[in-house]
């Protein structure tokens, strides 16, 4: 009897320990910064961010339809704010955690110069663009195109990718010559790591502005709301920038 | 129905029509040879085979985009051949599809081809049939089951493939992107009515495939 006392305790004790647990979704593009912040914010605070990787998109329609999460780092400003709209998230809580920047990209290093000259010159087969219509790089890529007058003549060369991520391994495998990703996912010591790239200037597209909110279902959790304090830590921030966005 | 939501219906008929005829073509043949081989070969091709039932349709695509890249073997002999690279083209899906469906395809014929057995041959060589000859008066005539399901299955599993044209495919309207792909954007973009139409309509149409392959082709029930 005593034995199966001790084991309950023991079980409501790891229970408890789980309340601590906050259920994050996280948009891919942000997948290595995240990595690094829940570790440190694991060490400093003594709670759990268990990570889940994908589109935001797909995001939305898993928390519309009970998914546990708890946070969401959204890849835009407008799914946050559509939840909150419809209830499915905490009203006041979002904020502006990171600002993508756009990259055009290419494994070959000799193949892009840092004005980005070639998108006029031509000369390549496939240009690698994540979805426009559901993913804020590509739509950022199209806005820029459209703004350096080539969008039209263009069109017919690219590929999109269901997401950042894959438009990126279109790139690497080289089956496109180069593409539109994001500068988090190339960056190295501050530069583009490896291949060649041009840092799309930003007057060329709207801010890509990524948007953190607490969902319903982690309304008044200590957890959530620990993790949104520390996405504004200096030291958060740090890593945030290290990883090649701005911040507001 | 949009246009955009027409072209990825048509596109994937095609696609599914394109990739069962040349499953049929290629995967006969392998279906004989397993069927009546003794070679120790045999459990080696199987499975070869029956390697796209289970592993996942992102392996299959991963790898076939690296192959057929500028980088890999098969993007080197296509280039070679002044043919250009079969990533995010019709053709390159039409390959993809027709390693994803094959055990669909041969599996089926290859149990019909057992079924057989040695003994119609036996009589039709008697009767001096050339084998050539006994094949298609005796061997396709009695397999015509496996034929009808290996045909059925093929083409609705195209229809139904999703991972590896995600991987390879490019999602380039009229060339491309498929009627699941299609589906996966509008949902992906919140346009749940649209996806609902297509989505809807895949459930029906396959319902619609299986039912006819359980009603008019009960004795081959067991190859699914």
Same mark, same amino acid.
């Given at each position: ?21 906050v259920q994050v979704a996280v948009a891919a593009n942000f997948t290595g910064p995240m990595q690094v912040i829940s570790v440190l914010f694991e060490k400093d605070t003594g709670h ?65 110069? %840092? ?6 010159? %031509? %000369? ?125 | 129905?949009?246009?955009? @939501? ?33 070679? /120790?070969?045999? +459990? ?9 039932? *289970? ?10 985009? #690296? ?27 039409v390959i993809a599809s027709v390693f994803y469906s094959l055990p669909f395809v041969v599996q089926p014929i290859q149990n019909a081809f057992e079924a057989i057995g040695e003994r ?7 009767? $001096?049939?050339?084998?050539? @000859? ?9 397999? $015509? ?17 999703? +991972? ?7 999602? #380039?309207?009229?060339?491309? $992107? ?30 619609? *495939? ?9 004795? /081959? /029930?067991?190859?699914?």
């Open positions: 009897m005593k034995r199966l006392s001790l084991l309950v305790l023991s079980l409501l004790a790891i229970a408890g320990a789980r309340a601590d647990e759990k961010a268990v990570l889940s990787y994908g589109a935001t998109g797909k995001f939305y329609a898993q928390i519309k339809n009970g998914a546990p999460f708890e946070v969401l780092l959204s890849a835009d400003d407008e799914t946050p704010a559509r939840l909150v709209k419809e209830g499915a998230a905490v009203s006041g809580s979002a904020f502006t955690y990171a600002i993508g920047k756009l990259v055009l990209w290419s494994a070959n290093p000799d193949l892009i110069d %840092g004005s980005g000259a070639i998108l006029k010159k %031509g %000369g390549f087969r496939h240009l690698a663009i994540a979805n426009p219509k559901t993913a804020p790089y590509g739509a950022a890529a199209l806005q820029t195109l459209g703004k350096l007058g080539v969008a039209e003549t263009l069109k017919p060369l690219f590929v999109q990718g269901e997401n950042i991520s894959q438009t990126q391994q279109f790139v690497i495998t080289g089956a496109a010559e180069l593409g539109f990703v994001a500068f988090s996912q190339v960056i190295k010591n501050d530069r583009i790591g490896s291949g060649s790239g041009w840092i799309v200037p930003e007057n060329l597209y709207d801010p890509i502005r990524q948007d953190v909110v607490i969902l319903a279902k982690g309304k008044d959790k200590a957890a959530a709301t620990a993790l949104l304090s520390y996405l504004k830590t200096p030291k958060a921030a740090a890593v945030i920038k290290s990883f090649g966005y701005s911040l507001p | 129905m949009e246009s955009a @939501d027409l072209a990825a219906v048509w596109l994937t008929l095609k696609l599914a029509t394109v990739v069962t005829l040349l499953l049929l073509i290629f995967g006969t043949p392998i279906a004989w040879w397993l069927a009546r081989t003794h070679s /120790r070969l045999k +459990g080696v091709v199987g499975a070869i085979v029956a390697l796209p039932l *289970v592993l996942p349709p992102t392996v299959l695509g991963f790898y076939l985009l #690296i192959t057929m890249g500028p980088n890999g073997p098969v993007g080197r002999l296509t280039e070679a051949l002044g043919l250009g690279l079969l990533p995010f083209t019709f053709p390159g899906l119609p041959l036996e009589v039709a060589a008697t009767l $001096r049939a050339s084998p050539w @000859d006994a094949f298609w008066s005796v061997a396709v005539p009695l397999a $015509r089951p496996g034929f009808l399901s290996g045909a059925i299955l093929g083409f609705a599993h195209t229809v139904g493939e999703f +991972g590896i044209v995600l991987m390879i495919g490019g999602n #380039i309207p009229e060339k491309t $992107r498929v009627v699941s792909v299609q589906i996966y954007d509008h949902v992906e973009a919140l346009e749940y009515t649209q996806a609902h139409w297509l989505a809807g309509g895949m459930v029906i149409f396959s319902f619609l *495939v299986l039912l006819g392959l359980y009603t008019f082709n009960p004795t /081959r /029930r067991k190859v699914l």
